[in-house]
C-alpha cells in the first residue's frame, strides 16, 4: 500500500495503535466537541498528520494532540479527509509525538 499520495498534504502517515478507536475533534480536547459527521477510526487504519500540539489531558495518557486532516479506515483502501485533532495517547500512545517522528513537528 501506497501512503502517500499527490492529495494528501501530512507530514507522516502511522497506523492507529491500542485498543482505543479515536474522533476527530475541532480543538486539541473534547469540550469544543468532534467534527460534524466524521466517524471515529479504529486501530489498524492509518492517521495523516500535520503536527502535534498540547491540549487536554486524558485517561492519565498524556496531553498531546496530532493535527490530521487524512484517515484510512481499517480495512479500507479509501483515505477520508477529516481536518481536526485526535488524542495521541489514544491514536498511537504518543509513539510519533513530541519530537520522535522528525515528520510530525510542533504545530
Given amino acids: 500500500m501506497s501512503l502517500a499520495s499527490g492529495t494528501a498534504f501530512a507530514e507522516d502517515y502511522f497506523q492507529l495503535e491500542g485498543p482505543h478507536s ?3 475533534y475541532n480543538s486539541p480536547n473534547t469540550w469544543n ?8 477510526f479504529a486501530p489498524g487504519g492509518y492517521l495523516g498528520a500535520v503536527c502535534w500540539t498540547v491540549g487536554q489531558s486524558i ?6 494532540w496530532y493535527q490530521v486532516y487524512a484517515e484510512l479506515p481499517a480495512g479500507s483502501n479509501v483515505w477520508q479527509y477529516w481536518s481536526g485533532y485526535v488524542f495521541a ?3 498511537d500512545g504518543n509513539a510519533h509525538s513530541v519530537n520522535r517522528d522528525p515528520g510530525i513537528p510542533p504545530c
Fill in 59 to 64: 485517561d492519565g495518557l498524556g496531553d498531546t
Fill in 22 to 24: 479515536v474522533g476527530i
Fill in 89 to 91: 495517547g489514544y491514536a
Fill in 33 to 40: 466537541g468532534k467534527v460534524a459527521n466524521a466517524p471515529d
